[in-house]
């Protein structure tokens, strides 16, 4: 079967940290664009970091900068979002898409839309939440 799965999401403190993973299962993520979203209760999915193919070029969302780091792990298959100094205004249900195409000119067009059928696979998300 071909799907992302995201994992290692949970409850955690501000000024924790977590790491998800995005592992995919049936195909190889080598050749494909990975980006992170979000979606927090009553607002939009919004980009949070973009990893292109070759993984010479990233982007982060301004809210993210110096707190979290995209990486690709390519024995595992696996991209992963390392977030530290986390805050409450970071919880959110995360989400990791695959573009192969690809269909955006850079990574920062590509974080800038959610649009779900605008990429080839998407996981089924991980919550994750920040409060004391």
């Known amino acids: 079967q071909l799907q992302l799965v995201e994992s290692g999401g949970g409850l955690v403190q501000p000024g924790g940290s977590l790491r998800l993973s995005c592992a995919a299962s049936?195909?190889?993520?080598?050749?494909?664009?990975i980006g992170w979203f979000r979606q927090a209760p009553g607002k939009e999915r919004e980009g949070v970091s973009c990893?292109?193919?070759?993984?010479?070029?990233?982007y982060y969302t301004d809210s993210v900068k110096g707190r979290f780091t995209i990486s690709r792990d390519n024995a595992r298959n696996t991209v992963y979002l390392q977030m530290n100094s986390l805050k409450p205004e970071d919880t959110a249900v995360y989400y990791c898409?695959?573009?192969?195409?690809?269909?955006?000119?850079?990574?920062?067009?590509?974080?800038?839309?959610?649009?779900?059928?605008?990429?080839?696979?998407w996981g089924q998300g991980t919550q994750v939440t920040v409060s004391s």
């Open positions: 990893l292109g193919r070759s993984n010479d070029k990233i």
């Open positions: 049936g195909f190889t993520l080598d050749y494909y664009a």
């Open positions: 898409a695959a573009d192969r195409s690809p269909r955006f000119t850079t990574v920062q067009a590509m974080c800038g839309s959610a649009r779900v059928d605008e990429y080839d696979y």
